[in-house]
């Protein structure tokens, strides 16, 4: 038991998570699971099968329950989770994907008469209609930074039902990073390189174009700039054209999806999350676990996750030369860099740990199972 933790009064918690990927919001439940295991706190994973979260789940030697869902009105997931949920009397029900679980999760618990609380991880504005559809269910609705429930408190979510508890990073993995000799080799990086790091899905609302337009702005007075791309998803054939279009197919590495991101990231020497929109950035707690500092768009919880001037660098949402600029100011101050990357390794040692995250929600779990 970590220091800090308290054993807890025997309770069953049964968390859903359909998504099929292991992103940061379902990495995010498997720290939880772990954590209330170590308080003697009972969880069952209800999620896809030979999904990301399905295969990590197991590796971790979690208890896991596969039930298929194809997304929103998938009536039959309602049905089959209902079942599930009597068979195993659970104390309550923690959703934490949007895709399925949310809705159809909170009528599952409802009908099988079991308190249901749900996780909210984006940013994304939303209609009171939808809102009051979504949530009306669920006792709680866990907010991961205090800009989701400005969006929730915006659509008529009342601020009695919201919980703000951020999510958490893995300090002590993220420092244990690979040798850097490796990466190297890996990624073709030569002495005297800058290395830039962005981690997040291919889609629009995570920017990679802006980042791609600010390293063209940059790499004609600095070609020892690299910059290695983390993460899969629908623009990659959009971002390989815009990259071969600026020119900057020497500088820019698309690495995919990597299980081994958390090892990798201490090697770099800059992470850049041009994202729009973000319930939190992930990406960006973890960077700082590895003393790399950051520069991001002032997005939705980014603003939480970095403290501008201190552990990183915030410039203004699609401000293409502002993000230049930025990333230029730390390119060529490595001392700066080493200043803000420890202080947000520190910021992450006190105020992001999996420990106090997991110890709000077992605070939360007792006080609804007491009322």
Known sequence: MLRGQRQSAAMKII??????HLYGGAQQVLYLMRGLAGRGIDG??????????DRAARAWGLRVCNVPCAGDLDLRFAWRLR???EKETADLVHCHSRR?????????AAMAGIPAIVSRRVDNPETAMGAALRYRKFRKVIAISESIGQVLRAAGVDASRIEII????????IEQATDPASFRREFGIRDGDVVIAAAGQLIARKGHRHLLEALARLVTTRPQLRLIVFGEGPLRAELLQLTSRLQLE???TFAGFRDDLDAMLGNVDL???PALAEGLGVAVLKAAAAAVPVVAFAAGGVREAVSDGETGLLVPPADVEALAAAMESLIDDPERRARLGAAGRKRMQTEFTIDVMVEKHTA???ALLRD
Request: net charge negative.
């Open 166 to 173: 951020r999510s958490a990073v893995d300090t002590a993995a």
């Open 250 to 252: 020497q500088q820019v």
């Open 44 to 53: 069952l994973l209800v999620c896809m099968a030979d999904s990301g979260i």
């Open 100 to 108: 399925g679980a949310d809705f159809l999760g909170g009528q599952a």
């Open 15 to 20: 968390h859903v998570e359909t998504g099929r």
């Open 364 to 366: 939360l779990y007792e």
């Open 271 to 273: 992470l850049v999350h």
């Open 83 to 85: 079942q599930l949920l």
